[in-house]
């Protein structure tokens, strides 16, 4: 059955940097657009960035435009988020989603923790 699977989180310092990769199986990743999104509690769930299932669109919520970058390797079936100049407010977990139309189809990770604080 399709799976996503995060991974990379931790704790970082402000001013830190944090690479996250979420690896993808048993469905055809080349065909789903991925994103990245994050959750803190008792607040809804909020996209971070997207990424076109070709690679070539990608689009960031205004918050992190300039410090974080998604990007996808479909040989791999993985995409990334490379997260820097990391603040307080980005602590969060953060979930990978693949999502697809015609039919519309979407997976979720399992989310994985990134907690920035001296």
């Known amino acids: 059955q399709a799976q996503l699977v995060e991974s990379g989180g931790g704790l970082v310092q402000p001013g830190g940097s944090l690479r996250l990769s979420c690896v993808a199986s048993?469905?055809?990743?080349?065909?789903?657009?991925m994103s990245w999104h994050r959750q803190t509690p008792g607040k809804e769930r909020e996209l971070v960035a997207a990424?076109?299932?070709?690679?070539?669109?990608?689009n960031y919520a205004d918050s992190v435009k300039g410090r974080f970058t998604i990007s996808r390797d479909n040989v791999k079936n993985t995409v990334y988020l490379q997260m820097t100049s990391l603040k307080p407010e980005d602590t969060a977990v953060y979930y990978c989603n693949a999502n697809r139309r015609n039919p519309v189809v979407e997976y979720w990770g399992q989310g994985t923790q990134v907690t920035v604080s001296s």
């Open positions: 048993g469905f055809t990743f080349r065909s789903y657009a």
């Open positions: 990424i076109t299932s070709s690679g070539v669109g990608t």
